[in-house]
């Protein structure tokens, strides 16, 4: 964890209370910003908070989404916690959304994205990540657009899981939606971090703080 660091739950004190998309501030339960390592080389970016996220406040948290992720990050050795539990305890990675609050019954719509993405490029900018890892077709499509060369929809999700794609000042690394994953999706996911990232320097000359 960054040394100036002192939590983990939305570390850069985002509004809690933000209130900027109608369709949205009533139907939530919890505005569900940013979880993890402030000074992290590993950025995992979903749409939007699954249902446990939604109800306890802490990304990837509260239900078998959120178990299959904290898992991975455990055999990645970024999760010193169990994969149930409500605060996981992380190293090197942060975990956040293009949107930051919950609608039961739909999808975020193009203007709440675009109306949450300043939180998201403050984190971006503020961690400086070396790998980000896009979860799902819309996450991908918004990230390759911003940070690649490539269009919306010119990179499938499901081809792209568990590959490096070179974006601007960092890799992406595609991951499919968590409710879609098989176990040997997760198992290639994790494959590919450990033997084609973790085994090369991944890191960017990009005048990174010192840890």
Same mark, same amino acid.
């Given at each position: 964890m960054d040394a100036e660091q002192d939590t983990l739950e939305n570390p850069f004190n985002m509004d809690a &209370?933000? +209130?900027?998309?109608?369709? @949205?501030?009533?139907? +939530?339960?919890?505005?569900? =910003?940013?979880?993890? &390592? $402030?000074?992290?080389?590993?950025?995992?970016v979903a749409e939007r908070p699954h249902t446990g996220a939604d109800r306890s406040g802490v990304p990837f948290t509260?239900? &078998?989404?959120?178990?299959?992720?904290?898992?991975? @990050?455990?055999?990645?050795?970024? !999760?010193?916690?169990? #994969?149930?539990?409500?605060? #996981?305890? @992380?190293?090197?990675?942060?975990?956040t959304y293009l949107t930051r609050c919950r609608h039961p019954e739909r999808e975020p719509t193009e203007t709440e994205i675009r109306t949450c993405e300043p939180y998201l490029n403050a984190e971006i900018r503020m961690i400086n990540p070396e790998i980000i890892v896009p979860i799902g077709q819309r996450t991908l499509d918004a990230l390759a657009t911003d940070y690649t060369t490539n269009r #919306?929809?010119?990179?499938? *999700? !499901?081809?792209? =899981? $568990?590959? /490096?794609?070179?974006? +601007?000042?960092?890799? @992406? *690394? #595609?991951?499919?939606?968590? /409710?879609?994953?098989?176990? $040997?999706?997760?198992? !290639?996911? *994790?494959? =590919?971090? *450990?033997?084609?990232?973790?085994?090369? &320097?991944?890191?960017? /000359?990009?005048? +990174?703080?010192?840890?």
């Open positions: &209370d933000c +209130r900027n998309c109608d369709g @949205l501030c009533d139907a +939530r339960t919890n505005v569900v =910003h940013g979880y993890g &390592d $402030a000074g992290a080389e590993f950025l995992f509260g239900d &078998d989404a959120g178990r299959r992720l904290q898992s991975m @990050l455990a055999e990645l050795g970024f !999760a010193r916690s169990d #994969p149930d539990s409500d605060e #996981p305890d @992380l190293q090197n990675v942060y975990l #919306p929809g010119d990179v499938d *999700v !499901a081809d792209a =899981h $568990a590959t /490096t794609i070179r974006g +601007r000042g960092f890799e @992406l *690394v #595609p991951m499919l939606e968590l /409710t879609a994953q098989t176990d $040997a999706d997760s198992d !290639a996911f *994790v494959e =590919h971090l *450990v033997e084609n990232v973790f085994s090369r &320097d991944y890191r960017q /000359t990009k005048g +990174r703080r010192g840890r």
